[in-house]
Structures are given as structure tokens and as C-alpha cells.
Nanobody, 115 residues
């Protein structure tokens, strides 16, 4: 069983920056494909960014150029650097770890962007 714990959320003004972290337990972190998702009130969860076990990244169009996903396998941690934040980025952000047919989820961290 893998546990994922997100941190780094909070309240920030529009145009500001936040860095989210997602720490994973276990010894196979380097094998996991990791992702960040978000869910705003009244909306469906959406995929924000992914990073493969090999380090390849992909981004949703709405965050491309503003957000950066990265990973540190030595620390079992994946990060999401969020720049030029907008009020519409307000959501609960959660990370996921996928290994073969299993996906693990974290509890999420709230990000609120004020205008």
C-alpha cells in the first residue's frame, strides 16, 4: 500500500506562486507514473500535469507555461510549481501514483487564489 501526502497549499493573490509537494511511502517510487489533479467546487476533477517514471511531462492546456511538475526520486516526492496563479486555479489539488494497474491517491490540499 502506498500513501501519498500533499502539502504546500494555501491562500495566494492572483499572479502569485505556490509550490505543492506530494510525498509517497514505499520503495518503488521511481517506478510510479505520477500526476497532479484538481477539483474545483461544483466541477469534475481534472488532470493538471503528469510525469512518467522516466521523467516525461505533460500538461493540461490551461496550465501549460505556468505550472511545472517535477520529481525527486531520492525523496519520494513529486512537486507542482504553480506560477502566475489565477482565481480560476482555485481548487483542491491532489496527487496520484500509478503503477501497473493500480492507482493510489492522496487526500488533497486546498489552493485558493484571490483576485
Amino acid at each position: 500500500q502506498v500513501q501519498l501526502v500533499e502539502s504546500g497549499g494555501g491562500l495566494v493573490q492572483a499572479g502569485g506562486t505556490l509550490r505543492l509537494s506530494c510525498a509517497a511511502t514505499g520503495t518503488r517510487f521511481r517506478l510510479y507514473n505520477m500526476a497532479w489533479h484538481r477539483q474545483a467546487p461544483g466541477k469534475q476533477r481534472e488532470l493538471v500535469a503528469t510525469i512518467s517514471s522516466g521523467g516525461s511531462t505533460n500538461y493540461a492546456d490551461v496550465v501549460k507555461g505556468r505550472f511545472t511538475i517535477s520529481r525527486d526520486n531520492a525523496k519520494n516526492t513529486v512537486y507542482l510549481e504553480m506560477n502566475s496563479l489565477k482565481p480560476e486555479d482555485t481548487a483542491v489539488y491532489s496527487c496520484s501514483a500509478n503503477y501497473r494497474v493500480t492507482t493510489y491517491w492522496g487526500q488533497g490540499t486546498q489552493v485558493t487564489v484571490s483576485s
